[in-house]
């Protein structure tokens, strides 16, 4: 007897497998784009033990330096829809609320005490840790700090335990600390560092303050930059337009809110409504209805639609190249001296926001990268070979997940090498030189200067 499987038919005619997951699972990537499922992977709310390939390498090799670049975790919304009653979140913390984490109460603790950091500018006029019952628009929540407190662990466990990149008696020379100046970068950074030092000591935090989002420092200077920038905005604009889907989305909101639909537009309703989503809470509702899933899903998906457009259309990326040089050549520079054996800044934190690490990632190359996710990390791992001392490679990491010969710079390197790194000197080479080739320019100041071909 041949027995032939056949799919379930429910009473209402439909297959059970056709079905959008509305909890999907993590490990097992859907085979479309799911905007329910996209959604959840950017909410990144703390459940599973996270696996990562950080601290990977051949036995003989060593490392000597990790550079991480932050997002910040889970906040509350920039942008309130209007005529809606904000979402109800409470932004206090709370140890016996989920999520949470076993160090929670004692990273209250700590941050409640005075502290001796060192905080530039305003940064020492910020609070340490979110306090609001009602969030404050931008604020992080309690999700977003259990998020950098299990990141801190995870790195804690790979570099200080396995690795021992820091010792017990560690300096405030060996780090280097940056953030933008809103608390939510902040406060991630603390929560990261309370979990991740060997002991968390307030009189050794240096925290510099970084004006800018894209963390260009002192080369802010680019007029091609905005020139790209610009030209991208314009390509976001006429995608939308376009999208017919969309627009009646949008006319039914804004029926529902009893706003014009270009005021509705304006604020950016996929940002408040994420936050509703990620906490499970209720989409608003008015006396002319609410506002639902599908609403959602069709604004959720012109936003990855709009993600891969990006990507083909290369503006984004020359924008990207301009905006993330002074912070990769940072890298890069550090990365060289502590490979010629400086001790210092061998762990390096920038906190930052999402218009940081996206730039970024297209820099580099990495197309199969999602949007980064609250709480995402990139990881840059020096490491020597300790057979031959003088030779010095880096792994790159996203999430932990390797994507190291995703770039750009070490696609091919694989392929003729048995070692699962990428020389230092390849990125060395695509910070000082390769960047500009496509701008046909050989450095930095005139890629920024020179008009558009």
Known sequence: V?????????????????????????????????????????????????RSMEGHAPHYFKLVSVQVLIRHGDRYPLYAIPKTKRPDIDCM????????????????????????AQMDGSLSSL?????????????????????????????????????K?????????????????????????????????????????????????????????????????????????????KNND??????????????????LRASNPIDSLLCYFCHNVSFPCTKAGCIGMEHFKVIKRHQLEDERERQEKKLYFLYA????????????????RIAEGKKEEVFVLYSAHDVTLSPVLSALGITEA???????????????????PKEHFIRILYNGADVTFQTSFCKDHYKRSSKPMCPLEKFVNFVKRDMFLIFNSTSYYDACHRKAL
Request: overall charge positive.
């Open 246 to 263: 969309l627009e009646r989305i949008y006319v039914d909101m804004a029926k529902i809110v009893g706003i014009p639909t270009r005021q």
């Open 2 to 50: 041949h027995l032939i499987p056949v799919n379930p038919v429910r009473e209402d005619g439909l297959n059970p497998k056709s079905r959008k997951r509305i909890m999907p699972d993590l490990l097992t990537e859907p085979p479309a784009i799911d905007p329910v499922y996209e959604a959840h992977v950017y909410c990144n709310i703390p459940s599973i033990a996270e």
């Open 370 to 388: 999602r949007f980064p996710r609250f709480a995402a990390r990139l990881v840059f791992e020096l490491w020597q070979d300790g057979k031959r």
């Open 93 to 116: 913390l709370v140890p016996s609320r989920k999520p949470s984490h076993p160090q929670l109460e004692a990273f209250i603790k700590h941050m409640s005490k005075g502290s001796a």
């Open 165 to 241: 990149l820091l010792p017990g008696d560690w300096t405030a020379k060996q780090l280097y600390l940056e953030t933008t100046g809103k608390s939510r970068t902040l406060q991630s950074a603390l929560a990261l560092l309370y979990t991740f030092l060997p002991d968390f000591d307030w009189k050794k935090i240096n925290m510099r303050h970084q004006w800018s989002t894209i963390f260009c420092s002192g080369s802010c200077d680019c007029p091609m930059r905005n020139h790209y920038l610009e030209e991208e905005q314009r390509r976001q604009y006429s995608l939308r337009v």
């Open 127 to 163: 609070p340490h840790f979110p306090s609001h019952s009602l969030c404050e628009m931008g604020e992080l929540t309690q999700t977003g700090v259990v998020q950098h407190l299990r990141n801190g662990q995870l790195l804690r466990e790979i570099y200080i335990n396995k690795h």
């Open 321 to 336: 190249l301009l905006a993330t040089h002074p912070l990769l050549n940072q890298t890069v520079n550090r990365l060289q």
